[in-house]
C-alpha cells in the first residue's frame, strides 16, 4: 500500500530468501506476470535484532550460527537473486532494444570498509562491495550495470523499535538513527541511479553512497533536507565545538577511505 501510495505499484510477495527454490520462484512469478526485469534491488537482512541486543560480543562469543543469520538472507541470497535475474535481465534489454541497461543494486555498508557491529557482518558487508565488482566483471560488454550502494544509519521500523524508541540503548546510537536516512531515500537513490545510465556506467562495479547520490543527482527526503555522508569532515567533526563552523561541502577523498580500509 505504501509503495502504491507513493505513485507506483505495490505487489507484495512473501518470500523466504534463505530458501533457493523460494527466490527461484519469486523470479518466474515476475517473470510470468511481467514479463520482464529492468532493476533488481538486493537488500534482504535478517540479523538486525541479534546485532543491537548483542552488540558487545565478539567473534569467538557468538552461537555458530550466527554467521548463517547475519550472511544467509544478505550475502547468499543477494548472489543468488543476482544470478537468477540476470538471464531475464538480459532477455528483457534484447527485447526492449532500449539504449538503457539493466540495473543491479546491492545494498551494502560503509561496515564493508570499516568495523562496525561485528566480524560476521563487516565481512559480509565487503563481500557485497566486491560482489558487486566481480559480477560487473562478468557483465562486461553486456547491457547490465552492477553498483554496491551504502546508506548511512537508516530509519527503518525495525531500528526505530530497537533503537531510537528504546529506552535501554546507548545515546549515541539513538542519537545516530532517529536523523538517518529514510527507506524512501534509498528508494530515491535507486531511481535516481535508473535515470542516469551514463551515470551509472561510470559507477559501474563501484560502491555509490547515498548521501553523495544525492548531492550529484538532486533528490533529497519529503522535508527537502539531505543526510551528510560520513565523508564529510563536518560529519567527522558533530561532537566537536568545529563541528557549526564547518562547510559541508569539504569531504574525505574516496582514495582516502580505500587507503585506510587497504590490507596491503
Not at 120 to 138: C, E, P, S, T, V
Request: aromatic share 8%; with cysteine; hydrophobic share 40%.
Amino acid at each position: 500500500d505504501e509503495v502504491t501510495s507513493k505513485g507506483g505499484k505495490g505487489i507484495p510477495v512473501v518470500v523466504d530468501h534463505t530458501d533457493t527454490d523460494q527466490i527461484r520462484a519469486l523470479f518466474e512469478q515476475v517473470e510470468k506476470e511481467q514479463g520482464k526485469l529492468h532493476i533488481l534491488v538486493n537488500n534482504c537482512f535478517s540479523a538486525v535484532g541479534g546485532m543491537f541486543s548483542e552488540l558487545n560480543k565478539k567473534y569467538w562469543d557468538r552461537d555458530l550460527d550466527w554467521w548463517d543469520t547475519v550472511n544467509s538472507a544478505g550475502l547468499r541470497s543477494h548472489y543468488i537473486a543476482s544470478q537468477i535475474a540476470t538471464p531475464l535481465m538480459l532477455k528483457t534489454a534484447e527485447e526492449d532494444g532500449a539504449p538503457e541497461p539493466g540495473l543491479i543494486v546491492i545494498v551494502s555498508s560503509w561496515g564493508g570498509a570499516l568495523p562496525i557491529f561485528d566480524a560476521a557482518y563487516g565481512i559480509g558487508k565487503a563481500a557485497k562491495d566486491r560482489m558487486a565488482g566481480d559480477l560487473a566483471h562478468d557483465l562486461q560488454g553486456r547491457p547490465i550495470h552492477v553498483v554496491s550502494l551504502w546508506p548511512g544509519a537508516v530509519l527503518t521500523e525495525t531500528i526505530d523499535e530497537l533503537v531510537v524508541s528504546n529506552a535501554t540503548a546507548t545515546d549515541e546510537s539513538r542519537a545516530a538513527f532517529a536523523q538517518g536516512e529514510s527507506t524512501l531515500f534509498q528508494g530515491r537513490a535507486v531511481a535516481a541511479l535508473a535515470r542516469d545510465p551514463q551515470g551509472t556506467g561510470r559507477r559501474n562495479g563501484k560502491i555509490v553512497m547515498t548521501a553523495d547520490l544525492g548531492e550529484e543527482l538532486g533528490f533529497a527526503e519529503d522535508d527537502g533536507t539531505r543526510p551528510m555522508t560520513f565523508r564529510t569532515v563536518k560529519f567527522l567533526a558533530k561532537n566537536t565545538p568545529l563541528f557549526p563552523l564547518i562547510p559541508r561541502f569539504v569531504k574525505v577523498p574516496k582514495w582516502c577511505i580505500a587507503l585506510f580500509a587497504s590490507r596491503f
